[in-house]
Structures are given as C-alpha cells and as structure tokens.
C-alpha cells in the first residue's frame, strides 16, 4: 500500500513539474517576444526622433493646411518618417498615445489586410503584429474615418492600452490621440469610447466598423449619433460635419468578436499651436 501511494506522489510530483515547466516556458517566450517588440520599437522610435524636426524649423510643405485636407500635387514624406518608409513602404503613417505604450508605426498593405497582424516592420513573424489601417480606408486623400486594427497583447503590447480609456479621469488627462500619416501631422480629439462586437452580417444593426466615407451630411451625422449613445461617457467633444475621424479598434472579450474601440477626431488648432 505504502509503495502504491509513494509512485502515485511520484506521478503526481513528476506532472506538477512538467506543468511547471510547461508554464514557466509559456511565460519565459511571452516576456522574451515583448522584449523582442520592445527594441525593435525603441530603435524605430530613435531613428523617427533623430530625423524628425521640430515645426519652427519645418518647412511649410510639411504642415497641415487648417482649410483643407487636400494634400499638394507633389506631397512631401515628413522628416521623421521618411527614413523608416525607406526601410519599408508599406508603413503610411505614426500612431502615439501619452500614457500608454501605443508608440507605434502604421501599415497598410492593399492586397492583403491582415498581414502584419503577425508581422514586426522587419516583415519577420511576430505575435504582436502591428497597427493596420483598414483597406477600405485612403490615407491620402483621406477618409472620412481612418479605421486602424491592433491586437490586444497580454503583454500590455498593441492595442491593449486603449483599455486606460475605461477610466473617464485618463481620457480627461490624455485627451489626444497623435496619428502622423506619411504626409500630415495629426492630433485626434476623443470623442467616444465604447463597447461593439463584429456582427453577423445578415443582422441589422450598427457596424461602426463600416463607416469608412460619408455619403452625405445624414449620414455623417448618425454615425455621431451612434457612437455618442454607446459611449461609457461623455467626453464633451462632438464632430461637426466634415471633421476627419480616427477610429481605434482592437479585440475584447466582454462577449464573442467583442471589439474595445475609441473614436477622435481631428484638431487643427491644436496642431497649429
């Protein structure tokens, strides 16, 4: 009897272990992949702020006409991007966020929309993926709504930040979103933050993730009426027709193909200040 318990706790000990194992080595490649994230991303940030410079100095080809959203007939990449463009040309702009560790470049590759969901700027196969501007959307001539996908990373990486705007005191003290494109600065105003899923596509409802132009007026203006009633909170911003609206989209898993998505709109007289 004595010798059946004694293997039974050998068993049990040797399965204790390997789950052990097993854990510590599921944890170990975690924490390794966010290491890994995080100087690919120091050294993308180093060469963006080495190049970039400050507005006084930069030329006027370069700063966002408050009147217009037009671009020149010749756009011109900004400083603090162009080297990084080089390196790879599917990147069309910079998304950063105080307060969070969303510091990141964009991508958008027509073709193929999710591919650098599981690919670093190096093209290489990574877990965290990047930021993705959705391809319905044109950076260039822009949309109406620039919808941009990340994972949300239990690493903290991505899109898992914008959970810190759950918190109505954080969107009051990190009210900006800057989104550079790879021609015009921009500094995007919260102006809702709420819960959705991904629907069926046969249920009637509203997709905020279909609004990517604006037929008319109406149109514009219930898709402000519909984030605003499913904000967790007022942020006291409202779009008028023909503000520039960026939406932030990333996975939550409140209930199936459950999205956490915040949505701003840009400020031209901040980024003129």
Wanted: negative net charge; aromatic residues 12%.
């Amino acid at each position: 009897m004595v010798g059946i318990k004694r293997k039974l706790w050998i068993i049990a000990a040797v399965i204790s272990a390997s789950l052990f194992a097993v854990c510590a080595g599921i944890l170990a490649s975690s924490f390794m992949e966010h290491r890994a994230l995080q100087w690919e991303m120091d050294a993308l940030r180093k060469a963006k702020s080495t190049a970039a410079m400050s507005p006084c100095d930069m030329p006027k080809a370069f700063l966002p006409e408050p009147s217009s959203a037009l671009l020149p007939q010749h756009p011109v990449i900004l400083p603090g991007l162009k080297m990084l463009y080089e390196q790879n040309n599917d990147m069309i702009g910079w998304l950063a966020i105080d307060g969070t560790e969303i510091d990141y470049p964009v991508m958008q590759t027509p073709d193929n929309e999710g591919y650098y969901l599981d690919r670093g700027f190096d093209k290489n196969a990574k877990k965290n993926g990047l930021p993705i501007l959705d391809t319905a959307c044109d950076f260039m001539w822009p949309s109406d709504n620039l919808i941009i996908h990340g994972h949300n990373m239990r690493n903290g990486a991505m899109f898992a930040g914008l959970f810190a705007y759950k918190d109505e005191m954080f969107c009051r003290e990190h009210p900006f979103i800057r989104f550079d494109t790879l021609y015009r600065p921009g500094n995007y105003r919260i102006v809702a933050v709420f819960y959705s899923k991904v629907y069926n596509k046969t249920e009637q409802v509203f997709k905020y993730y279909q609004f990517t132009d604006a037929e008319d007026q109406e149109s514009y203006n219930q898709f402000i009426k519909s984030i605003k009633a499913l904000s967790l909170y007022d942020t006291g911003s409202v779009p008028e027709y023909g503000d520039e609206l960026i939406t932030l989209s990333t996975c939550s898993y409140h209930t199936e193909n459950g999205r956490f998505v915040v949505v701003a709109k840009r400020d031209a007289e901040d980024e003129m200040r």
